[in-house]
């Protein structure tokens, strides 16, 4: 079965909102954590990651979030812009390979 | 800022024939990876590859892909006899370290199979 889910395969958000992203993952071995956007067209591009041995970490408009507890992942993006249109995806590491989500598509409303 | 580079962008092959990924990973990178996404499916892992060898393949990496490091900066997927359900993007990306560390991707190939 999956290791990593999404709940929401499209978000849309009015500009200027905050976004939150969500994702599950079912490997509680797993112990680093990244998330990637994927504009159209374009390879993956990181954004942000996180270790097991912590439960927040912070970027440029991004936190993500790691609760251990409920095997839950969330990707916050402040003050959201036209130009963060793309499908994001979490991903955890199991060995050398990157397991992947199915991806949630975040819309921006003007 | 570096960045994983991929040719061709679109590389269109007849069933059966054999198809060459490039890649060319960041250059202080020592590790090395493949992966495909089908078109409206998830991006999946096909091999890893470090210090001139597979590290790790996944089911999907049969005998008719293989892996190469022909010189010190290109990094190549073998399609030997290509089928109509190899259609996908197909995407290299590399990293410093294998632990911890994010995977930095190109922008892929798309492979069209006819």
């Known amino acids: 079965g999956e290791s990593v889910g999404l709940h929401l395969p499209t978000l849309s958000v009015q500009e200027g909102d905050n976004s939150i992203i969500n994702c599950a993952y079912s490997?509680?071995?797993?112990?680093?954590f990244i998330w990637y956007k994927q504009e159209s067209g374009k390879g993956p591009q990181f954004i942000i990651d996180?270790?097991?041995n912590m439960d927040k970490r912070q970027g440029q408009r991004v936190t993500v979030l790691l609760n251990k507890t409920v095997k839950h992942l969330s990707l916050q993006i402040a003050a959201t812009q036209p130009g963060d249109s793309a499908v994001y995806f979490c991903?955890?590491?199991?060995?050398?390979?990157?397991?992947w989500g199915a991806g949630t598509k975040l819309i921006i409303k003007p | 800022e570096p960045e994983v580079t991929q040719t061709p962008s679109h590389q269109v092959t007849q069933m059966g024939q054999e198809v060459i990924l490039r890649c060319v990973p960041i250059s202080n990178h020592l590790y090395f990876y493949w992966y495909r996404q089908i078109l409206g499916q998830k991006v999946e892992f096909l091999v890893s590859f470090y210090n001139n060898e597979i590290s790790e393949k996944s089911e999907i990496f049969d005998d008719q892909f293989s892996v190469e490091r022909p010189d010190g900066s290109n990094f190549t997927l073998k399609i030997r006899s290509t089928k109509l359900e190899d259609s996908a993007m197909y995407f290299c990306?590399?990293?410093?370290?294998?632990?911890?560390?994010?995977?930095?991707f190109g922008d892929g190939t798309r492979l069209s199979i006819l």
């Open positions: 996180i270790r097991s």
């Open positions: 991903a955890e590491t199991l060995g050398y390979q990157l397991i």
């Open positions: 990306a590399s990293s410093v370290r294998q632990i911890n560390q994010p995977q930095h």
């Open positions: 490997n509680s071995a797993s112990d680093y």
